[in-house]
C-alpha cells in the first residue's frame, strides 16, 4: 500500500463549480500535512498546508481528519487558471522535514 | 535569492553512459531531497541530506543510483551505468530545519531521457 494515495482522475469541471479532491494516508504517526500544486511541466509549490481544525484561504478549503487518515481540498467557483495537478503531501517524521507525495489528482477546468 | 537551481534542465543520453545531475540549495536550507518523478510512479524521494549528511537512502533505487553533498551549497545526484527506465524528471529540493510546517523549495527539474 502507498503512504499517501490520492484519485489521480482527472476532474473534468466548468468554470464555477466546486470541487473536492481527497487523500488517505498510511503512517498514523504522521504529523504535518499539505496540499502542493504542480503546473504541466513545472515543479511543485506549496499551495497551502493542512490544520487539524480545517483552514481556508480564499476559494481553497482543506480539512484533516486523523481518526481516518483523510485530507480533503475543496475548491470552490473554479478558475480556468486552477488547471493543475494537486499533490497531497504528508511529512511522516516531524523532526526531519521529509516529505512523502500521493500520486496527485488532476484537474482540468473547462469554459 | 534566484531558489533552488538545477543543471542541466534536459540531458539526452545513450544508455550506459554516466548522468550526473546537479543541485544548488537555496542558501541557508537544512535539507535537501532528491525526487524522481514519472507518470507511472508520481513523485517519489530517493534520498535526503541534513546538513550535508545523507539521512535516508532507502529510496535510491539500485546501486547504479549515488548522490553526495560535498557542501552546504552543492549536491549531485549520479547513475551510472543509465538505463532507459531511469528515464523521468529529477527533481531537487531544498527546506529550513523543520519547525511545524516545512516548505519544501523546488528546483525546475531535470528531465532526464535515456535511449
Known amino acids: 500500500r502507498k503512504e499517501v494515495e490520492q484519485d489521480p482522475g482527472p476532474f473534468n469541471v466548468p468554470e464555477g463549480a466546486t470541487v473536492a479532491f481527497n487523500c488517505t494516508y498510511s503512517?498514523?504517526?504522521?504529523?504535518?500535512f499539505f496540499w502542493y500544486r504542480q503546473d504541466c511541466r513545472k515543479e511543485p509549490k506549496l499551495l497551502m498546508s493542512?490544520?487539524?481544525s480545517g483552514n481556508e484561504d480564499g476559494r481553497f478549503t482543506a480539512q484533516l481528519n486523523r481518526a481516518s487518515q483523510y485530507i480533503s481540498l475543496l475548491i470552490r467557483d473554479s478558475k480556468l487558471s486552477d488547471s493543475a495537478t494537486y499533490l497531497c503531501?504528508?511529512?511522516?517524521?516531524?523532526?526531519?522535514?521529509?516529505?512523502?507525495f500521493g500520486q496527485g489528482t488532476t484537474l482540468q477546468v473547462k469554459p | 535569492d534566484a531558489g533552488v537551481i538545477q543543471s542541466p534542465r534536459h540531458e539526452v543520453t545513450e544508455m550506459g553512459q554516466e548522468v550526473t545531475l546537479r543541485c544548488k540549495p537555496i542558501?541557508?536550507?537544512?535539507?535537501l531531497f532528491w525526487y524522481r518523478q514519472t507518470m507511472m510512479r508520481g513523485l517519489e524521494l530517493l534520498i535526503y541530506?541534513?546538513?550535508?549528511?545523507?539521512?535516508?537512502d532507502s529510496g535510491m533505487p539500485e546501486d547504479r543510483f549515488s548522490a553526495k553533498m560535498p557542501n552546504a551549497s552543492f549536491s549531485t545526484l549520479k547513475i551510472q551505468p543509465s538505463e532507459p527506465r531511469d528515464s523521468a524528471v529529477y527533481f531537487c529540493?531544498?527546506?529550513?530545519?523543520?519547525?511545524?510546517?516545512?516548505?519544501?523549495?523546488f528546483g525546475q527539474g531535470t528531465r532526464l531521457t535515456v535511449v
Open positions: 503512517n498514523s504517526a504522521s504529523q504535518s
Open positions: 503531501v504528508v511529512n511522516a517524521e516531524s523532526n526531519t522535514g521529509k516529505l512523502i
Open positions: 493542512v490544520y487539524s
Open positions: 529540493a531544498s527546506s529550513l530545519r523543520p519547525a511545524g510546517a516545512p516548505e519544501a523549495f
Open positions: 541530506f541534513n546538513n550535508n549528511v545523507p539521512i535516508d
Open positions: 542558501s541557508g536550507h537544512d535539507y
